[in-house]
T-cell receptor
Framework: GAVVSQHPSRVICKSGTSVKIECRSL??????MFWYRQFPKKSLMLMAT?????????EQGVEKDKFLINHASLTLSTLTVTSAHPEDSSFYIC????????????FGPGTRLLVL | GQNIDQPTEMTATEGAIVQINCTYQ??????LFWYQQHAGEAPTFLSY??LDGLEEKGRFSSFLSRSKGYSYLLLKELQMKDSASYLC??????????WGAGTKLIIKP
């Protein structure tokens, strides 16, 4: 099946710093990638849809200037959490849509962010 | 509005069979997905149904009835490693995934 990687898997940072998370589709091209966050024992929450070559589409309530998304190529999307605060601590998961398999989304392993 | 319903939690015995139901109401339909998510990990793809009927894949099967807005995931010969959350998601007319809250499946020896 399709493989999606995500880096880093875990990051601890100080409040006020920025953190960049990379999401890569390894064996397929993904014109669309998605960024989710998930709090403990809660369901996935879609943050934004990342389209290659165009601006990301953010869900209601998600700050565009806070969560910067860049989808510069068909295999890479990045999420930058700017000026991170403790409340941004969460599990961030990306997924990439494989158009060859009925628009199935394949998930990266996730990035656990802890802001001190 | 769009809505996906699935039970919050289910318990089953190792070696048994369990059926996890999912009902949905969405604006349009472009397929229904089941994902498995172990605690602390990202979801992994299990199945995709876009036509009515049963799709079998090893110990796991998924069923869809579009007219009833209903799907189920059937897990046979349950193993302890099957303890996880099972997420039902429907792709709407905009090709956006609408997620259920997930069903936590607890397997007991």
């Amino acid at each position: 099946g399709a493989v999606v990687s995500q880096h880093p898997s875990r990051v601890i940072c100080k409040s006020g710093t920025s953190v960049k998370i990379e999401c890569r589709s390894l064996d397929f091209q993904a014109t669309t990638m998605f960024w989710y966050r998930q709090f403990p024992k809660k369901s996935l929450m879609l943050m934004a849809t990342s389209n290659e070559g165009s601006k990301a589409t953010y869900e209601q309530g998600v700050e565009k200037d806070k969560f910067l998304i860049n989808h510069a190529s068909l295999t890479l999307s990045t999420l930058t959490v700017t000026s991170a605060h403790p409340e941004d601590s969460s599990f961030y998961i990306c997924s990439a849509r494989d158009g060859r398999v009925g628009e199935t989304q394949y998930f990266g392993p996730g990035t656990r962010l802890l802001v001190l | 509005g769009q809505n996906i319903d699935q039970p919050t939690e289910m318990t089953a015995t190792e070696g048994a069979i369990v059926q996890i139901n999912c009902t949905y109401q969405t604006s349009g339909f472009n397929g229904l997905f089941w994902y498995q998510q172990h605690a602390g990990e990202a979801p992994t793809f299990l199945s995709y149904n876009v036509l009515d009927g049963l799709e079998e894949k090893g110990r796991f099967s998924s069923f869809l009835s579009r007219s009833k807005g209903y799907s189920y995931l059937l897990l046979k010969e349950l193993q302890m490693k099957d303890s996880a959350s099972y997420l039902c998601a429907v792709m709407d007319s905009n090709y956006q995934l609408i997620w259920g809250a997930g069903t936590k499946l607890i397997i007991k020896p």
